[in-house]
């Protein structure tokens, strides 16, 4: 046999010359070992997978919870956060009813005091009369005109400032500086809302009839002398209107924003006057007013605006409506005119005053179409602040009417109206 072939034969034998049955086992062995560290290998990625696995869930269920625990603290702090703004809302709707109140009950008071006042004034006018054997005529509506000037502007008036003093302030008006045309637009729309607010108490009139004569204020001061009617209607009258209804009621409430001031003053303004043939213009113009004031913080533009108002609408057209009546006057208009120039001017005043009358008409349409244009040519110029304490949305009638002191001057107001509807 060849001893290549041999070779490995005797290679597989042992030193004794007897086959090699370790290595045969060994070599026997190695699949299962092989199989064995496979099975481990798996059991231990198996293993290592499971922990992964539990890991990714505890790490899931515990950011879960996290979210959970963020999103139920952050749910906690906006309700919270709501709950308390609604106590703030409540507490500030609270605070500004009580204010309303306290601003009412001194308007209440202020229109009550003169209302004793006239009474005690006509009381001590008629012991006065049967002491002296004076005849007075409480019907001369010179006499109305001055004991209710008495009552309202020596008596209530100086009350009421001082009951307005007990009211803190709240908020200041702005400071902005109008120009001499500005002032001027203003005027004209003073005279355009006096037309307009006429018109709409005639047609109030027309659809309402009143249940007596239809006595206008107006047509009371017809026999009035004209300088009385210039002390009460030009001077008196607008310098305590204003600093009632527009400086000491704005102070109070300007922090409440620019159009609940504005809304306010105009209105508690309007139905002061008792009665529609007035209500009207006297809200348009209480507003407008308001606005001027509540930008300016000067009391003297609304004054002064208002005894031009008052100058024209109030003096100037009742004696116009004197010389159209051939109502002769003493010391009215036409009797000084008459010693100025030495002539008797009876037959052409009635004519003179109607073709005055007729351009003090067409002046006020003029005036109530260019108000209007510059309305809305100016109307990005009309701002209202917010103010430093807004009143609630949804909560600003219950705070401003519903409450004692503005309910009562709201009942004597109705009461007013429901007496000039009789007269």
């Not at 005797?10 to 010359?17: I, M, T, Y």
């Not at 919870?65 to 999103?71: I, R």
């Not at 006057?273 to 509540?294: C, D, K, P, T, W």
């Not at 009797?335 to 030495?342: D, P, T, V, Y």
């Amino acid at each position: 046999m060849d001893e290549r072939f041999e070779q490995p034969e005797r290679e597989s034998r042992g030193a004794s010359g007897q086959p090699d049955t370790t290595s045969r086992s060994e070599s026997g062995r190695a699949p299962e070992r092989e199989r064995l560290l496979r099975e481990t290998q798996m059991e231990i990625d198996r293993m290592k997978a499971a922990a992964m696995e539990e890991i990714k869930s505890s790490t899931a269920a515990y950011i879960q919870m996290q979210v959970q625990q963020a999103c139920a603290m952050a749910e906690a702090q906006t309700r919270a956060r709501i709950f308390m703004e609604e106590q703030e809302k409540t507490a500030r709707s609270k605070e500004q009813s009580r204010q309303f109140s306290r601003l009412g009950l001194v308007l209440f008071a202020f229109m009550g005091v003169a209302f004793a006042a006239q009474l005690v004034l006509i009381v001590i006018t008629m012991l006065v009369g049967l002491v002296g054997g004076l005849d007075v005529d409480f019907e001369n509506q010179t006499v109305q005109i001055v004991i209710s000037a008495i009552s309202m502007y020596g008596v209530a008036f100086p009350v009421a400032a001082l009951l307005m003093r007990l009211i803190p302030k709240q908020g200041r008006p702005g400071g902005e500086s109008w120009s001499a045309m500005k002032l001027t637009a203003c005027f004209v729309i003073c005279i355009g809302i006096g037309f307009v607010g006429i018109l709409l108490s005639q047609f109030v009139d027309a659809l309402f009839p009143a249940g007596g004569d239809g006595v206008q204020p107006e047509d009371m001061m017809t026999g009035v002398g004209m300088l009385l009617n210039i002390a009460m209607v030009v001077f008196a009258a607008p310098i305590v209107e204003e600093l009632l209804y527009r400086k000491m009621l704005i102070d109070r409430i300007a922090a409440y924003g620019d159009g609940v001031s504005v809304v306010v003053s105009g209105l508690l303004f309007g139905l002061a006057h008792g009665n529609f043939s007035q209500f009207f213009y006297a809200f348009g113009l209480g507003a407008l007013f308001a606005y001027v004031y509540i930008k300016t913080g000067h009391i003297g533009y609304t004054i002064g605006c208002h005894m031009f108002f008052n100058l024209i609408g109030g003096v100037f057209t009742v004696e116009l409506n004197k010389g159209l009546m051939e109502v002769r006057d003493p010391a009215g208009m036409v009797a000084r005119l008459e010693q100025i120039f030495g002539v008797d001017l009876g037959p052409v005043v009635p004519l003179v005053c109607n073709a005055l009358l007729t351009l003090y008409l067409v002046m006020s349409v003029v005036c109530a179409v260019g108000g209007l244009v510059i309305l809305i040519s100016r109307r990005k110029e009309i701002v209202f602040r917010p103010g430093e304490k807004p009143m609630v949305w949804g909560r600003r009638f219950s705070a401003v009417v519903l409450n004692p002191g503005v309910i009562l001057y709201l009942l004597l107001c109705a009461g007013l109206f429901w007496m000039s509807s009789l007269a």
